[in-house]
């Protein structure tokens, strides 16, 4: 009898609790599921590996990467084809410079992290300044408002009909050789992305009934653009963002092969190294193996989160 | 001996990390040939589940399963195998669905759409099949058949669309149709147009019909009998006139009060149910009702409610019914 | 439908305009020029001149650019100033070995990746989905020139399976006319010249592929998931139809839909890898030329490939749009 009792009392407790039960955010519910989901947790633990090894890197290294003691010391003559591998002092050997290639490897991805953040972010504020400006005149502007749209539209076209290398190498051979060149070079070539990309998700957005009603009710145009739509449009760009960083760090990299990355290999970078070893495959594949590794490691760290990222935040798979 | 007749049916759905779900629990009820038999009740409740059951198309996947019997002339669909089940799916069982413009394939002509059952269990080709497919939108009400057979869904209306689908299921003439809440996506005047197309090709061929809905009013138009759903459970089953005038299960009392009369006059409150399908109870056993239930007793948290049959085969399950003559 | 293609035709023309204007003005933006190119380092400033003079970039731009214009109506590139030939005869002479690279790439890349993508989704959760979805995944992560690097030397040079470089042995002697080596071997019936040809496309085409061919097993698989969950299957599972109608009819034409714009997406966005994999296996197509072309300031060379070039990265698309609408009647163009 007593379980009888027990049980109708649980019954009104849950009807209590029933009241309490609010709606999750977007966001909330999108990390709750990126916790639940292996291939987000993967990425994460590699990307965070990554970081901090970018911030570690110099502590960590054994010798120093720009020092070409193997040369100095007569062990390394890559001219004849002698480049020593891996010993208990130089775990991964030298590299063609007579360099400890372990503590290259270190403090190389500093820099690979550092090209592929900042060129994703120079994409990424272009590509969402064009089409945020476009999505916005589109969706509530007008006339004139389609005008503006229409006009940033084809000149993100002209720039999509180009191939993304051509316009890679052009832009390196306009500022000269150098890392800096590669970073703006390879944002540039997302720049049309994260446009189209913002300016669909916005046009989306402003056809939606809480627009309209935000209309109706008198508030702002450009209130409406910034605190509505811009605000509700941005999970798409957020997700490509993160994919973009993956491709980034792999077209620096083919950059570096054509030889456009920094002339100056002496500072460590991942896709200069893998450019450099390409005379040596034969000799020391390690050279070329173990930065391609870390790049394509570091690239699939980005690319399982951004995927992950897609799927969580994905209204259609949401439940 | 009924043309189909389902026992104990029961459907589970596990999931890793999940609770699993006893979609439908024990479901029994017959269909006569000719007969229109209703299966009403909330979303949720289960009757989907069990109309899938029965055609074999729930997913053939781990986590998924199904007990019971649903003997069909003889065979029992629950236990016969994949091919088989395509022999008869389309020919001797049909089904129409609730939404017809997702339930047709966008990028394929209604005429295909139509010849492909007859090409396949009737093995009509070319210009017979064609010539068949118009007589079939013909009889279905679609005006200007050989034109719309050209067509692609979304240049046809919801109630077109509709028809089409209805023209589908009976092509091949099948025994038994199960339509799953067919009027539930239409227009109110093209509803009533529907419900009217299926009771007339119900009663010209013979056809037996199972009446997804939870609508009473297609219930009190169209069913011989009525099994109320819920939670996975038949909780009363009647005759249409005994479960309209006399309801025992305070759960379709409830229906029958929530509907808005109009004899009601201004400022009559509305009688809805309180709370949702979703308040079920925390432990297996009891009735599922009884969070909602405004006659629940101690006993109803017990075991579940054993099946009363009452006079004229008017079955419910419930401890402390709605007494006999109380006006719904 | 034809009014579709030729409105389509005609946006063509502001956007090919508006890219020469800009591609007009950024190259002459570049710092040096082909004088740098042709004198070297022994040019004297008076020497630079005269050949800016002689190559008539010392005029004012508009005027370069109205003269640009009117040449280019008369469909005359001019001359390439490296190497003194037509731009058109260049064009001609390296883009098909560009298009026979890029075409075994995408012959490779939908061959194997709807099919694989497509049995990943019909036996979702086993070891094949598992190992195409994490396939795809290292595939798009693999920079396009490793790859290539790898491949040959794997099995050029240590296997000897594939020939290391070029796009023919040359001692085979083979008579070319449209310079697509396959299709001149196939046309001159020289079968063993088309089969070398082919030979050496494997490679390349491979590393080429692999970018497009990842991408491809994704979004097929995804495609066809999600096709799998829709009403009009279960209708059609209903109707009693064979197992292949059901697939073939209902499922996978439905799934094409956004396979058939990725893959447009992907054609025009192959140059960049046909560009790094022509490097790689010493193929000579337009890559290495358009390099070189961008270093010696090879201003006819570079505004006459890169425009033909987009021209036809449109012309893609135009096609991608037409076949869509042919598989999808909600948007068919009236």
């Known amino acids: 009898m007593s379980t009888k009792i027990d049980k109708i009392d649980r019954l009104s407790e849950l009807s209590a609790a029933k009241d309490d039960e609010r709606g999750v955010s977007l966001w909330t519910e999108a990390f709750r599921r990126l916790r639940r989901n292996p291939a987000a947790i993967t990425g994460a633990v590699i990307l965070l590996l990554f970081v901090i090894v970018a911030i570690l890197g110099p502590i960590l290294a054994p010798f120093t990467p720009t020092d070409p003691s193997g040369i100095r010391e007569g062990v390394v003559k890559s001219g004849q084809g002698i480049i020593p591998g891996p010993t208990g002092d130089h775990w991964l050997g030298y590299d063609h410079q007579g360099r400890d290639f372990f503590s290259r490897m270190l403090v190389g991805a500093r820099q690979t992290l550092l090209v592929g953040v900042i060129s994703t972010l120079i994409g990424l504020t272009i590509g969402a300044l064009i089409g945020g400006v476009a999505g916005a005149a589109a969706g509530l502007g007008g006339r004139v408002g389609r005008w503006i749209d229409v006009v940033l539209m084809r000149i993100v076209d002209m720039l999509l009909a180009l191939p993304s290398l051509l316009l890679a190498v052009s832009i390196a051979a306009l500022l000269g050789a150098s890392l800096t060149t590669v970073m703006i070079a390879v944002g540039m070539v997302s720049v049309p992305v994260f446009a189209r990309l913002l300016r669909g998700s916005m046009l989306a957005q402003a056809g939606g009934d809480y627009v309209l009603a935000a209309t109706s009710l008198g508030v702002k145009r450009n209130t409406i653009a910034l605190t509505h739509i811009l605000p509700n449009s941005l999970a798409p760009v957020i997700v490509q963002a993160t994919l973009t960083l993956a491709t980034a760090i792999i077209e620096a990299a083919a950059l570096s092969f054509l030889g456009l990355g920094n002339p100056d290999s002496a500072i460590p970078e991942w896709g200069v190294m893998l450019a450099d070893a390409q005379p040596y495959l034969g000799i020391r594949p390690g050279l070329a193996i173990w930065p391609a590794a870390a790049i394509i490691v570091t690239a699939l760290g980005f690319t399982l989160l951004g995927e992950a990222l897609r799927e969580a935040l994905d209204p259609k798979l949401r439940k | ?328 | 439908m034809f009014r579709f293609i030729v409105r389509r035709l005609l946006q063509l023309v502001p956007t090919l305009l508006g890219l020469s204007v800009l591609l007009f003005i950024w190259l002459r933006r570049l710092p040096g020029g082909p004088e740098t190119a042709i004198l070297g380092e022994r040019g004297t400033p008076a020497l630079r001149a005269q050949v800016r003079r002689s190559l008539g970039l010392d005029e004012p731009l508009l005027i370069q650019y109205g003269r640009f214009v009117k040449r280019t109506l008369q469909l005359d590139l001019g001359t390439s100033i490296s190497t003194k030939r037509e731009v058109t005869t260049e064009f001609l002479l390296r883009f098909p070995g560009t298009v026979e690279l890029t075409i075994t790439a995408m012959i490779i890349a939908i061959g194997v990746g709807i099919p694989l993508g497509y049995l990943a989704a019909r036996r979702r959760g086993t070891w094949l989905d598992h190992a195409s979805v994490g396939g795809s995944l290292i595939g798009i992560c693999v920079p396009v020139f490793f790859l290539a690097y790898v491949l040959k030397a794997i099995f050029a040079e240590n296997l000897g399976w594939f020939p290391s470089s070029g796009r023919q042995d040359p001692t085979i002697g083979a008579t070319h006319i449209t310079n697509f080596f396959v299709l001149d071997g196939l046309m001159t019936r020289e079968w063993d010249a088309a089969a070398d040809a082919i030979w050496h496309l494997v490679l390349p085409g491979i590393a080429l592929a692999s970018i497009p061919l990842a991408i491809i097993v994704r979004i097929t698989r995804a495609s066809v998931l999600e096709v799998l969950g829709e009403d009009f299957v279960r209708t059609a599972e209903s109707k009693g139809l064979t197992e292949r109608t059901v697939r073939g009819r209902h499922v996978l034409r439905n799934a094409m839909l956004p396979i058939v714009t990725v893959i447009g997406l992907l054609t025009g966005g192959l140059l960049s890898g046909a560009v790094l994999t022509e490097t790689v296996f010493a193929f000579s197509g337009i890559g290495a030329f358009l390099y070189e072309a961008i270093s010696n300031r090879d201003y006819p060379v570079l505004m006459g490939f890169i425009l033909i070039i987009a021209l036809f990265y449109v012309l893609v698309n135009l096609i991608v749009d037409v076949s869509y609408s042919l598989i999808d009647p909600r948007v068919r163009v009236r």
């Open chain 2, 1 to 328: 001996m009924p043309l189909l007749d389902v026992r104990d049916l029961s459907v589970t759905f596990a999931r890793r990390g999940q609770r699993t779900v006893r979609a439908v629990d024990g479901v029994s009820f017959g269909v006569h040939a000719g007969e229109v038999v209703g299966l009403v009740g909330e979303s949720g409740c289960g009757k989907s589940v069990t109309s899938l059951a029965i055609m074999g198309l729930l997913p053939k996947q781990r986590g998924v399963t199904i007990d019971g019997v649903a003997d069909f002339d003889g065979t029992d669909l629950l236990k016969t195998d994949a091919r088989a089940m395509r022999d008869i799916r389309g020919r001797d069982v049909a089904m129409i669905f609730q939404d017809p413009l997702s339930s047709l394939n966008p990028v394929v002509p209604i005429g295909v759409q139509v010849t492909e059952v007859l090409t396949r269990h009737r093995g009509m080709r070319g210009e017979a099949a064609t010539k068949e497919a118009t007589a079939l939108l013909d009889r279905v009400g679609i005006p200007d058949p050989a034109r719309r057979l050209k067509e692609y869904p979304h240049q046809l209306s919801g109630g077109m669309r509709q028809r089409a689908l209805i023209a589908m299921a009976v092509a091949c003439k099948p025994r038994l149709l199960i339509a799953d809440e067919p009027t539930t996506a239409l227009d109110v005047t093209i509803q009533a147009q529907i419900l009217e197309l299926l009771k007339e090709l119900v009663r010209d061929s013979g056809t037996a019909l199972i009446m997804i809905t939870h609508d009473l009013g297609v219930v009190a138009g169209m069913c011989d009998t009525v099994n109320v759903l819920y939670a996975g459970r038949v909780i009363e089953n009647a005759r249409r006139k005994p479960l309209f005038y006399e309801p025992r299960h305070p759960y379709t009392t409830g229906l029958l009060r929530s509907v808005p009369r109009l004899d009601a006059g201004r400022g009559t409150p509305l009688n809805p149910i309180r709370g949702s399908v979703r308040d079920v109870l925390p432990w297996p056993d009891g009735c599922a009702f009884a969070p909602r239930c405004d006659r629940r007793v101690d006993a109803c948290v017990g075991e579940p409610p054993a099946l009363v049959v009452g006079y004229d085969g008017h079955g419910y399950r419930c401890v402390n019914p709605t007494p006999q003559g109380a006006q719904p």
